[in-house]
């Protein structure tokens, strides 16, 4: 991302230069295409520094705690993906009771 940064920059300067000579409606549309492209990038950046950090800590945490220790950490990020999508009132009580029921006999079993 970060090597893309000076190509993007360029892309969006001459934008602004293709601007000065197209007709009004031409600059209105052109000038919405770069900010969103501009917006676009930022995020994407934002996104790739958000992973780096959270590969970083991972890498941290490998190298503090040992393999064991990250698989359990993983895991644990990965449930907590997972409940996110999921919201209690997604479901009628019979369900929810009928699963903790299953959890309970998968926990004794392990």
Request: charged residues 25%.
């Amino acid at each position: 991302i970060d090597s893309q940064a000076t190509v993007a920059t360029q892309v969006v300067s001459i934008g602004h230069s293709l601007a000065w000579l197209s007709c009004c409606a031409e600059q209105a549309s052109l000038a919405e295409k770069l900010d969103l492209l501009e917006s676009r990038y930022a995020e994407i950046c934002d996104r790739c520094g958000r992973k780096a950090a959270l590969l970083d800590q991972a890498l941290s945490n490998a190298r503090l705690f040992g393999e064991d220790e990250v698989e359990v950490l993983n895991w644990l990020a990965e449930v907590e993906d997972k409940l996110s999508l999921v919201s209690i009132k997604d479901y009628r009580r019979e369900v929810l009771q009928q699963q903790h029921t299953g959890q309970l006999v998968v926990i004794h079993l392990s």
